[in-house]
Nanobody, 126 residues
Framework: QIHLVESGGASVQAGGSLRLSCAASGYDRTNDCMGWFRQAPGKAREGIAT????????YYADSVKDRFTISQDNPKNTVYLQMNGLEPEDTAMYYC???????????????????WGQGTQVTVSS
């Protein structure tokens, strides 16, 4: 079982930057990747970035490529999402997710995700 807690969401103006953090605790022997998703009101949850634990390989949605960067601090069991050049269209609830082949509920970016955080709100004003 893995528990995820996101932080760092805020209200910013267009063009601004934010860094989201996701602190993970617990263990799942099939967890080999982490990711970030977002969901805007009235829209489906969409994957935006994944990272392979330890290996560092990343994958991004086209909508955030070259603006967002996912990274990991393994000793701290923390994953980050650096968001630059924020646009009003980036306004959403952002969720951290951990991979699990045992209880996967969504597959995206080559990772089967089974654990989800509660989310952190990002609001970008024009």
């Amino acid at each position: 079982q893995i528990h995820l807690v996101e932080s760092g969401g805020a209200s910013v103006q267009a063009g601004g930057s934010l860094r989201l953090s996701c602190a993970a605790s617990g263990y799942d022997r099939t967890n080999d990747c982490m990711g970030w998703f977002r969901q805007a009101p009235g829209k489906a949850r969409e994957g935006i970035a994944t990272i392979v634990i330890g290996g560092g390989m990343t994958y991004y949605a086209d909508s955030v490529k070259d603006r967002f960067t996912i990274s990991q601090d393994n000793p701290k069991n923390t994953v980050y999402l650096q968001m630059n050049g924020l646009e009003p269209e980036d306004t959403a609830m952002y969720y951290c997710a951990a991979g699990s082949r045992l209880i996967a509920t969504m597959t995206w970016g080559g990772c089967d995700f089974g654990y989800w955080g509660q989310g952190t709100q990002v609001t970008v004003s024009s």
